[in-house]
């Protein structure tokens, strides 16, 4: 059996793990760019009560928790409508959504969350995932029906209150206010941490997880290091979030989790670039959705896909699927558009277009490890723009591990197997990126290589051009790479069924193509000038120059 034979079989026996079926990729094949996924929107009666009605005051200092969840209540037991919050500033502790209730922020509202620890209870939520002790999130809702936080104000999760923080990360004046408004260090005096508590747990790498039979009451002593994600919507269905600014969580902003129908509209989501874990949203296990218009500056991933991890999340086995995601704009973010690591339960039918990624460290970021599992695929993304991204403009690693408390034991033997992650059967077109590191990067697994990835009409200004590792079925056509360094422009180990046709590079480029590895095969260059380059071609570690094609012609 040759290698190609070999992990196409391979790839069959994981596929049908996961229960994909000829049939079911049949059914999904309906979405295309002419035919998008369809999003339920909520409807809500017109009938409004003011949060004031109930006794809240905007006077920055009144404790409106029980008024605010008074006026939610109210709403729905009556069918439903808008609970409005005027403009003013709302102190509060968490609030709990209803099923037909619209949560409308008035302009000039803002709506801040409580420094006061004790107002949050420890429950059981998720983290990464995973069934884990969280402390209550500052808005929450679970099994609901028509629900939506919509208007011109600001949500606000006091998250500095929560996280730590490194020196590395602040200016010293911003290190300084820092140390001044209490909390604690670490003994090398690198670190901040809110509290003793927190400080403790940290070191001590201590996991938040509901194991062993173990409770969320269980977890008192490390309360402070349970930070909430600042908006978790639960097995809901039709969500609406639209119009309001969503700032400065504990950890992810935005979690709508195994929610059917959602829209996020014309939202901000800003974090500071130091908050850990501060993902703007976090899509997991959600079907039909819909992202638009939304501007992002965050201190971790962007607009993020995710489906469970590792063996919960294949038990789970929901994937987020049939997704539109078009004209957003990101700034700082690890990635712009990003799919995993936990994707367990899979991603698929999801459309990426007229998006803006200006400072973020990835463009379109893929990543996932062995022991994951999950099949990604038919993802499309065009006419996006990017501009002084820090690293790879796209960027595939199945090789992304950070080991957390968290995590247990994870199969990481080079197999086939229901932990294999599959990425595979995606387009990306109409795409320029004006600055940086890399322009492409893919890296796949020897047993499982990230496959049948077309890209086409793409312009990419970069330090260095296209690295392929362990990648088949890789498609380029009418590239062009503008790149400061040139020894080579095009880089592939152990890849296979390469297609670059119509590539533009630098005038008097060091080396063309660099092929390593004894895997490598059926590479093939075509409607590209070979002459512009010093070097065309070089071969190391096992490939050889057969398993290079380069057609005559431009």
Not at 15 to 22: E, L, N, P
Not at 219 to 240: E, G
Request: charged letters at 25%; proline letters at 3%; one cysteine or more.
């Amino acid at each position: 059996m040759t290698y190609k034979t070999r992990i196409a079989a391979l790839a069959a026996a994981a596929w049908a793990c996961y229960g994909v079926s000829t049939h079911d990729a049949s059914a999904q094949e309906a979405y295309s760019w002419s035919n998008l996924p369809k999003i339920q929107q909520p409807v809500f009666r017109k009938d409004t009560l003011r949060i004031t009605a109930f006794g809240a005051v905007a006077d920055g200092h009144t404790l409106n928790t029980k008024a605010i969840n008074q006026a939610i209540e109210s709403c729905s037991k009556k069918g439903g409508g808008v609970v409005l919050v005027p403009a003013g500033l709302w102190i509060t502790g968490p609030v709990v959504l209803k099923s037909n209730v619209n949560l409308h922020l008035q302009e000039g509202s803002l709506l801040l969350f409580t420094t006061d620890k004790s107002q949050y209870a420890i429950t059981e939520g998720f983290y990464e995932g995973k069934a884990a002790a969280r402390n209550e999130s500052p808005i929450s809702g679970k099994d609901l029906e028509n629900v939506a936080i919509t208007g011109r104000g600001i949500v606000d999760g006091n998250g500095d209150v929560w996280r730590a923080v490194h020196k590395t990360q602040l200016t010293e004046p911003q290190w300084k206010e820092k140390i001044a408004s209490g909390g604690v260090l670490k003994d090398d005096g690198k670190t901040w941490y809110p509290s003793e508590q927190f400080k403790k747990a940290s070191i001590e790498n201590k996991s938040m997880l509901l194991t062993g039979g173990k409770k969320p009451a269980d977890f008192a002593d490390i309360k402070d290091f349970l930070r909430p994600d600042l908006v978790v919507l639960n097995n809901c269905k039709k969500v609406l979030l639209e119009g309001v600014t969503f700032q400065n969580s504990a950890a992810w902003c935005l979690h709508p989790l195994m929610v059917q129908d959602l829209t996020i509209r014309n939202v901000r989501v800003k974090n500071p670039e130091y908050a850990h874990n501060g993902d703007g949203m976090d899509i997991e296990s959600c079907k039909n959705f819909l992202i638009e218009g939304c501007v992002l500056d965050v201190g971790d991933d962007a607009i993020c896909i995710k489906s469970g991890k590792d063996e919960e999340g294949r038990k789970r086995g929901i994937p987020t699927e049939n997704g539109i995601i078009r004209n957003n704009i990101v700034y700082q973010g690890h990635g712009g558009f990003v799919v995993g690591s936990e994707m367990s339960g899979g991603a698929r039918n999801i459309f990426v277009e007229q998006c803006t990624f200006m400072g973020t460290d990835k463009g379109l970021r893929f990543k996932s490890v062995r022991g994951r599992g999950g099949v990604v695929e038919k993802i499309y993304a065009r006419n996006i723009n990017m501009k002084d991204i820090k690293q790879e403009a796209i960027f595939f690693d199945l090789y992304y591990f950070v080991k957390f408390a968290t995590d247990g034991e994870r199969d990481m033997r080079p197999v086939v197997n229901e932990g294999t992650p599959v990425f595979k059967d995606m387009i990306f077109e109409n795409i320029v990126c004006n600055g940086a590191t890399k322009g492409v990067f893919v890296r796949g697994l020897p047993e499982m290589p990230v496959r049948n990835i077309v890209m086409n009409n793409m312009v990419l200004s970069a330090e260095t051009g296209i690295e392929l590792t362990d990648a088949d079925k890789i498609s380029f056509k009418n590239v062009k790479l503008i790149t400061k360094h040139s020894k080579p422009v095009i880089f592939t180990d152990n890849a296979t069924n390469i297609s670059i046709d119509g590539l533009q590079y630098n005038d008097h480029a060091e080396t063309l193509i660099s092929v390593t590895g004894e895997r490598s095969q059926n590479i093939n260059i075509a409607h590209t000038d070979a002459s512009k380059a010093k070097k065309v071609k070089e071969f190391s570690k096992g490939a050889q120059d057969k398993s290079l094609v380069i057609h005559e012609g431009k």
